[in-house]
């Protein structure tokens, strides 16, 4: 077989993994309808095709969330046409696709993302502003422009390494060949692509958790100073228990009560503590939005990380981005003053109340922080937007409050 022939069978198997690969994404996207994580039905169509080998969902899966990063830009074109524009502006390197179906876009893709946007706009009517078109509902603290195009990056992978860790976690990540980056003392960027579990104990060694969760407790240390203090601490809805153990770390000798909606919450919750070493804490499960909500202990510190859109979050699920309704931030902002004032009741006088979301939302935070000086007992302390659109990451709210004696 000549030299010839094994070139122009391999540009033919080329270009046939490269068809088959967007023709896959395409029918995927159309069966897609937001109503669970992207990540939870491509897992499920991956396991009813057993056809696609790893290499193959790991190129088709990159494919559907590149098209879902472009928001609500160019939703008039065909889906084929927007996974090849989203491709483009949502990579850096060489794509086969690309080279196949776009090489013009394929040379410049490792241009700069303000240079590519030129380039995108000689042949298609892209305005990035149209990426995310809540602009209205957006708080005044956010940087519009950035924050809309930062949808166009996949955010990295932050771990926040547990006390007296530091060192055998970068000893592991060395020895391991992991690339990682020290954003802080205790907290470390990797891949988003990176295989964690095979090297280091999750919520052991370190904690899955975004460089800007990290920071929601900065408020609350400012404000106590002293870290060693006793806190009877109650985290209202405690999700997958994130900001309970970073309570935790931060102060040691905090006694923690958390609770969510869900059984099948705490159950997880309870396995990841297991993991985490913590095992002198209480649970219930309640649904402190209901009116009907009673509790028979008081706390020194409420800690309420509220359900909300997750709008600061989006970029690492970019699907909830292209699907979102307007009339959803009304939803959250109304369950949100509902768990607030049920939570805040059972505060000592003097007591703690800090307000979290991941949202981007004005009427999910500054209006829920004017709803609680209206609507309680609560003096606000500070407020803050924690902003990690221009660095690869999420952007959360905390707001602090102290009861009035």
């Known amino acids: 077989m000549t030299k010839a022939i094994v070139v122009l069978q391999s540009l033919f198997c080329f270009n046939m993994f490269a068809q088959s690969y967007l023709h896959s994404a395409v029918q995927i996207i159309k069966e897609y309808n937001g109503e669970e994580p992207l990540a939870s039905f491509l897992k499920k169509y991956f396991n009813t095709h057993k056809k696609f080998g790893s290499r193959d969902r790991k190129n088709i ?9 472009l928001g609500k830009v160019l939703v008039s074109l065909e889906i084929g046409e927007r996974v090849l524009a989203a491709l483009y502006l949502c990579n850096q390197v060489s794509n086969p696709i690309l080279a196949l179906v776009k090489p013009q876009w394929n040379d410049s893709v490792s241009m700069a993302k303000k240079e590519k946007l030129t380039i995108i706009q000689q042949d298609l009517p892209f305005d990035v502003a149209d990426i995310f078109p809540f602009q209205v509902d957006l708080s005044p603290e956010i940087d519009y422009l950035p924050f809309a195009s930062s949808f166009l990056e996949q955010p990295d992978t932050y771990l926040r390494i547990r006390p007296g860790k530091v060192s055998l976690v970068q000893n592991k990540l060395k020895k391991a060949e992991i690339p990682y980056s020290i954003i802080s003392n205790y907290c470390l960027a990797v891949s988003p692509s990176t295989k964690l579990e095979a090297h280091l104990q999750i919520n052991n060694d370190v904690v899955v958790q975004d460089v800007n969760s990290q920071k929601v407790l900065v408020p609350l240390v400012e404000y106590i100073k002293d870290t060693n203090k006793s806190i009877k601490a109650w985290d209202c809805c405690a999700a997958s228990g994130g900001k309970s153990i970073l309570l935790k770390d931060t102060f040691p000798n905090s006694l923690i009560t958390v609770s969510d909606i869900r059984e099948s919450i705490i159950f ?16 219930f499960v309640a649904d402190v939005a209901n009116p009907q909500f009673t509790h028979n202990k008081l706390y020194d510190l409420v800690i309420c990380d509220a359900p909300c859109s997750g709008s600061g979050t989006w970029g690492r699920t970019p699907e909830q981005l292209y699907f979102f309704t307007e009339d959803k931030i009304n939803h959250y902002a109304s369950l949100q003053k509902k768990i607030v004032l049920n939570a805040s009741q059972y505060l000592k006088k003097g007591g703690l109340f800090l307000y979290i979301t991941c949202s981007v939302f004005k009427e999910e935070n500054e209006g829920v922080v004017e709803f609680i000086q209206q609507k309680s007992s609560l003096q606000i302390v500070s407020k803050h937007y924690f902003a990690g659109y221009q660095q690869k990451a999420d952007t959360l709210f905390a707001a602090l409050f102290v009861k009035q004696a």
């Open 61 to 69: 899966t990159h494919l559907c969330y590149c098209y879902f990063r």
């Open 268 to 283: 997880n919750l309870r396995k990841r503590f297991k993991e985490a070493g913590i095992s002198n804490f209480h649970w």
